[in-house]
């Protein structure tokens, strides 16, 4: 069955997720601007219901982390981070799905919708790059078995090409003979 295309391109969503300590998140920046909601109001929504957000679902990024990720981004700090006064919050795929129950328009229902397909996606991604990684290096490992055979066959064969070679043919033992011969001098005359 054909998914239904979402209000906003998937693109842009998987555009906004981020690896933060190991986990994939989105900020409440981003989020803000894909509910269609001021980032004051997702934080204070959260704040209110704080208890639905352990720390696997949303954490504030520390100000090491936000300063790592403010220099990830090409654009001027104060159009992307200007007048914060707060660190952001980062949201695991669990968070954002809470978010649906904490923000109750339409909208969060869609664009949340929306978010989740994302996550699964690059889950299933990733898991199909595991899949690819493991074949490679069993590929990897079969290969340099043959290839040590090989070079082990190349190097025995280098071996004894290295050993001096008997001389074919007829050879003198002793000493070759000096003849002399007699130098003409100027003045002669040739007969």
């Known amino acids: ?3 239904k295309e979402g209000i906003i391109p998937s693109e842009l969503i998987a555009s906004k997720i981020f690896i933060i300590r190991r986990l994939k998140v989105m900020l409440d920046r981003d989020l803000a601007e894909l509910y269609g909601v001021q980032t004051k109001a997702l934080k204070q929504a959260v704040k209110r219901n ?3 957000f352990p720390e696997d679902f949303m954490f504030v990024l520390s ?16 159009s992307q981070w200007g007048g914060t006064r707060y660190p952001p919050m980062a949201f695991t795929e669990q968070g954002v799905a809470m978010l649906s129950s904490v923000l109750k328009s339409d909208r969060a229902i869609q ?3 929306q978010i989740m397909r994302v996550f699964t996606r690059l889950r299933q991604i990733l898991s199909s790059t595991k899949d690819l990684r493991r074949e490679l290096d069993e590929l990897k490992r079969v290969t ?3 290839f040590r055979i090989v070079f082990t066959t190349l190097d025995q064969l280098l071996s004894t090409e290295e050993r001096p070679k008997r001389k074919i043919g007829f050879t003198v033992k002793e000493k070759a ?9 100027l003045n002669q005359r040739s007969s």
């Not at 300063?67 to 990830?72: F, T, Y």
């Open 144 to 146: 340099d078995e043959r």
């Open 63 to 78: 100000s090491e982390e936000a300063i790592n990720l403010r220099s990830q981004f090409v654009t001027s700090s104060l």
């Open 111 to 113: 664009v949340n919708i």
């Open 177 to 185: 003979a000096v003849y002399k011969t007699k130098k003409r001098g």
């Open 50 to 52: 704080i208890n639905r």
């Open 1 to 3: 069955m054909p998914q």
